[in-house]
Nanobody
Framework: EVQLVESGGGSVQSGGSLRLSCTASGFTFDASDMGWFRQSPAKEREGIAT????????YYSDSVKGRFTISRDNANQIVSLQMTNLTHEDTAMYYC?????????????????WGQGTQVTVSS
């Protein structure tokens, strides 16, 4: 059974930092693309970062490029998202996901498995 469990969310002031983690199980982690998404009320789910399997290439949305860093620990089956210089616009529920089919990395419909999410709230 595929499981993805996010942790590390919380409340932080604007300009602060948080580190999210996603612990994975039930699939071949080191060969799998892993993505981070976020969704705030009344907005569509947005792909913000991904790290591919095998080649471990990283891609970021323009909204987080230069501020967020995705990384993976294959030994412990964890994908992390280091977030710095947070702003109120980063407030959202953050999800990790895996098992994409071929397509655009940031398209949520490509991903078959999702975690339950972790809330990030940034106060101005």
């Amino acid at each position: 059974e595929v499981q993805l469990v996010e942790s590390g969310g919380g409340s932080v002031q604007s300009g602060g930092s948080l580190r999210l983690s996603c612990t994975a199980s039930g699939f071949t982690f080191d060969a799998s693309d892993m993505g981070w998404f976020r969704q705030s009320p009344a907005k569509e789910r947005e792909g913000i970062a991904t790290v591919t399997g095998v080649a471990y290439n990283r891609y970021y949305s323009d909204s987080v490029k230069g501020r967020f860093t995705i990384s993976r620990d294959n030994a412990n089956q964890i994908v992390s998202l280091q977030m710095t210089n947070l702003t109120h616009e980063d407030t959202a529920m953050y999800y990790c996901a895996t098992a994409p089919i071929v397509g655009r990395w940031s398209d949520p419909q490509r991903y078959s498995y999702w975690g339950q999410g972790t809330q990030v709230t940034v106060s101005s």
